[in-house]
C-alpha cells in the first residue's frame, strides 16, 4: 500500500469527533478577545473578525454535533453518559451563536449601540462557557468521572 494509502487508512480508522471539537472551543474563546478588543479598539477590523469568528463557532458546533451523535450510536450505542445534556447544551450553543452572527449581520453597527454591544459580547462569553462544560462532559465520556 502507498503512502497515501496508509495515511487516509489511518485518518479514516479513527473517531472524527475529537478531531473537530476543538475549533468551537479555540474559536469561542479566541471570540471573547476579539470581541473585548473591537469594543474596547471602536475598530471596524476587530469586529469583522469577531463577526466572522461567531460564524465558524456556528458552523463548528453542526460539526461537532453531528460527529458526536454519530459516534454515540456507533461507540456506544446511543449511551454515552451526559449525550442527552450534551445535544441540549450544543443546540443552546448552536442557537446562540448563530443568533449572534444573525443579529451582527443583520444589524452590522450592533458595537456602536451601547446597550446592544454589552448584550453582544455577553454571547461571546456565553460560547465560551458553553464550549467549556461540553468539553467537560465529553471528558466524563471519555475518562469517567
Not at 474559536?27 to 471602536?42: E, T
Not at 463557532?57 to 450534551?86: D, I, R, W
Not at 448552536?94 to 449572534?100: D, E, H, K, P, W
Request: positive net charge; contains cysteine.
Amino acid at each position: 500500500m502507498s503512502d497515501i494509502g496508509l495515511f487516509l487508512q489511518a485518518v479514516l480508522s479513527h473517531p472524527y469527533h475529537p478531531r473537530v471539537i476543538h475549533f468551537p472551543i479555540a474559536l469561542s474563546y479566541l471570540g471573547v478577545i476579539v470581541v473585548l478588543l473591537a469594543i474596547w479598539r471602536r475598530d471596524v477590523f476587530w469586529d469583522r473578525v469577531a463577526y466572522y469568528i461567531m460564524i465558524l463557532v456556528a458552523v463548528t458546533t453542526v460539526l461537532s454535533g453531528l460527529s458526536g451523535m454519530f459516534e454515540n450510536q456507533s461507540l456506544y450505542a446511543g449511551n454515552a453518559p451526559n449525550s442527552t445534556l450534551k445535544i441540549g447544551l450544543s443546540i443552546l450553543l448552536l442557537v446562540i451563536s448563530a443568533g449572534a452572527a444573525i443579529w451582527r449581520w443583520r444589524q452590522p453597527d450592533v458595537l456602536n449601540n451601547s446597550p446592544g454591544k454589552y448584550v453582544y459580547a455577553l454571547a461571546f462569553f456565553i460560547c465560551a462557557g458553553l464550549t467549556t462544560l461540553l468539553g467537560a462532559l465529553g471528558g466524563i465520556i471519555v475518562w469517567g468521572s
